[in-house]
Structures are given as structure tokens and as C-alpha cells.
């Protein structure tokens, strides 16, 4: 199947930092990427559609100007979370669309906020 | 609430035996999708069943879907201990307007093999 990956796999902050995470479907170009956070044992819930070329669509209840997504190509997109705080520490987990709409997901990246 | 519902939240079997793990969902879906996540780890595509399919197989893995009553389930047969993990189910909807595909995640099953 499809590659997608994300970079970095985990990091560790500082409370009031910010923190870019890149998603990047590796082998197949994808208008479409979502990003997802899960905490422990936890389904993932859907943050963000992100759209290349156009801004992200948000789910509800997700703030817009803490979690900014940039889909810049046809084969990255990237969450920063900014100001971070330590109830933002969870795993942030991006999926991207291939041609055929079949979902292949990252690896996730963990964050914890000090 | 955004998510599916799978049921059992909670599984615990004996190496060999069977293990069955539905989901539900509340809206019409192009397709439905079972991953599986180790402790802590990224997920794993399983399987992916379309609408207009009613049962699917991959190995010990069978997988079916009733439109109607907006369920699905998966079966593991002759399970193993590496079968330990928790399973989730996501289903697709196509939204019309963005022409894009959105997805949602069920609660999960957490499955435990007893070797």
C-alpha cells in the first residue's frame, strides 16, 4: 500500500512552544490529508480535513488559530500546534487520501508538553 | 457525538479461539475501514469494505457489513497472542460539496489473546 509519514515521531516541550508536525504521503500525491489526535486509550477523533491549496476544515470544537494546518503541496501537509500546553500532549496521528480514496495513515507523532 | 460505537469495549480469549468485534455507525457511508493499533503505536490497515459489498476475507480476517442496519463486523479466527491490540473501525462519507471524504473512528475494542 500507499506510504505516509510523519516527522518527527515523537518530541517532548516546553509549556508555551510551538510544535510543527509534518505529514508526507511518500509515493502518491494527495489533495487531501487529515490529521487526527488520540489520547490514551482513546478512538482518534477527527481535528482537521486539510485541503491542498485552500484552508483547512475544521471540526467542531477544534480551535483554528491553535492547531494551524498548512497544506502547502500535493504531497506535505503540516500541523503546528501553537502556545503549546501540557493538556495538548497526546498523539497527533495525519492520514492522506490516495487517488483511488483508500485512507493510509502516519506512524503518529507523540507530544508531550512540559 | 462524532464517533461509531464498537462493541465489546473489552475482549479476552484463549489463543485459537475466535474473536467477533462489531462496530455501528449513524450515517449512509461509501466505505468502512478496520485498522488495528498496538500499545502506544501508529495504526495498521486491515481491511476495507465497500457499500455496496456484504463480506469480505483476508486470511483469518473476515469482515462484513450491513447497510441497513448500519453495522459491520470483524471476525479474527484461530486467534494468536500477537493478535493482542486494539481494533477500531472507520467509516467513509463523501461530502457532495468538497468532493472529499470524511472519516470517522469507532470507539474500539481492546483485545487480549491468552497464550
Known amino acids: 500500500g500507499a506510504v505516509v509519514s510523519q516527522h518527527p515521531s515523537w518530541v517532548i516541550c516546553k509549556s508555551g512552544t510551538s510544535v510543527k508536525i509534518e505529514c508526507r504521503s511518500l509515493?502518491?500525491?494527495?489533495?487531501?490529508m487529515f490529521w487526527y489526535r488520540q489520547f490514551p486509550k482513546q478512538s482518534l477523533m477527527l481535528m482537521a480535513t486539510?485541503?491542498?491549496?485552500?484552508?483547512?476544515?475544521?471540526e467542531q470544537g477544534v480551535e483554528k488559530d491553535k492547531f494551524l494546518i498548512n497544506h502547502a503541496s500535493l504531497t506535505l501537509s503540516t500541523l503546528t500546534v501553537t502556545s503549546a500546553h501540557p493538556e495538548d500532549s497526546s498523539f497527533y496521528i495525519c492520514?492522506?487520501?490516495?487517488?483511488?480514496?483508500?485512507?493510509?495513515f502516519g506512524p503518529g507523532t507523540r507530544l508531550t508538553v512540559l | 457525538s462524532q464517533q461509531g460505537e464498537e462493541d465489546p469495549q473489552a475482549l479476552s480469549i484463549q489463543e485459537g479461539e475466535n474473536a467477533t468485534m462489531n462496530c455501528s455507525y449513524k450515517?449512509?457511508?461509501?466505505?468502512l475501514q478496520w485498522y488495528r493499533q498496538n500499545s502506544g503505536r501508529g495504526l495498521v490497515h486491515l481491511i476495507l469494505?465497500?457499500?455496496?459489498?456484504r463480506e469480505k476475507h483476508s486470511g483469518r480476517l473476515r469482515v462484513t457489513l450491513d447497510t441497513s442496519k448500519k453495522s459491520s463486523s470483524l471476525l479474527i479466527t484461530a486467534s494468536r497472542a500477537a493478535d493482542t491490540a486494539s481494533y477500531f473501525c472507520?467509516?467513509?462519507?463523501?461530502?457532495?460539496?468538497?468532493?472529499?471524504?470524511?472519516?470517522?473512528f469507532g470507539t474500539g475494542t481492546r483485545l487480549k489473546v491468552l497464550a
Open positions: 492520514s492522506a487520501d490516495d487517488p483511488r480514496n483508500e485512507q493510509f
Open positions: 509515493d502518491f500525491q494527495a489533495t487531501t
Open positions: 486539510s485541503n491542498e491549496g485552500s484552508k483547512a476544515t475544521y
Open positions: 450515517t449512509s457511508i461509501n466505505n
Open positions: 469494505i465497500r457499500s455496496n459489498e
Open positions: 472507520a467509516t467513509a462519507t463523501l461530502y457532495v460539496a468538497s468532493g472529499t471524504y470524511k472519516y470517522i
